[in-house]
């Protein structure tokens, strides 16, 4: 009777785990998402030399009920990249051009900008997927855009662009 009674409990316990478990039938296997982030500041005297942008996984519409489901995120090289435009068309210098990404010690270095730049090379595409990684861990990242110094007083806007194409991986 000992053995029925216990037979009977794991049995139960085995469908209540299994039914709680089920997954979404029409959930994908994977999500790919495409979102533009800008971060736009004043340069020339009297101006912050810094700004942030925030970027979450609610961010990428493809996601949508399924952003608990990401386990993982990779940047789609071919149509991400980082612009920084404004430069060229004021004659400005930015001088200790840098692009972190907050909590952490990831840091991409772009060194000095004298003209406006559009990126895809290796290094970018790799502290994006660092972004990529922490946004999928954390559901959302804080990236903060900074300079030491420019070299005119002039005002002018610079927007920093970052384009973020990302696969998700779902489970």
């Keep these: ?28 296997k994977e999500v790919n998402g495409s979102k533009a982030y800008e971060i736009t ?10 700004n942030k ?8 519409s493809g996601l949508g009920t399924y952003t608990k ?14 612009t920084i435009t404004g430069i060229t068309a004021g ?6 051009v840098k692009l972190a990404l907050d909590g952490t010690k990831t ?13 895809t090379i290796k290094t970018d595409l790799d502290f994006l997927q660092s972004v990529a990684n922490r946004m999928q861990a954390n559901k959302s990242v804080s990236l ?3 300079f030491s110094q420019t070299a005119k007083d002039i ?11 990302i696969q998700f991986l779902l489970k």
């Excluded at 009977?8 to 979404?24: P, R």
């Excluded at 005002?155 to 194409?165: F, G, L």
């Design 1 to 28: 009777m000992k053995k029925i009674f216990s037979l009977i409990m794991v049995l139960s316990m085995v469908i209540v785990v299994a039914s709680c478990s089920k997954d979404d039938p029409n959930m994908p």
């Design 41 to 50: 500041f004043m340069i020339g005297a009297g101006q912050p030399t810094s």
């Design 53 to 60: 942008v925030e970027m979450k996984l609610s961010d990428f």
């Design 69 to 82: 489901n990401v386990y993982q995120a990779n940047i789609i090289p071919q149509t991400t990249e980082l």
């Design 91 to 96: 004659g400005h210098e930015l001088k200790d």
């Design 107 to 119: 840091v991409l270095q772009l060194g000095n900008l004298t003209a406006d730049k559009t990126t």
């Design 144 to 146: 903060t855009f900074s």
């Design 155 to 165: 005002n002018r806007t610079v927007p920093v662009k970052i384009n973020m194409s």
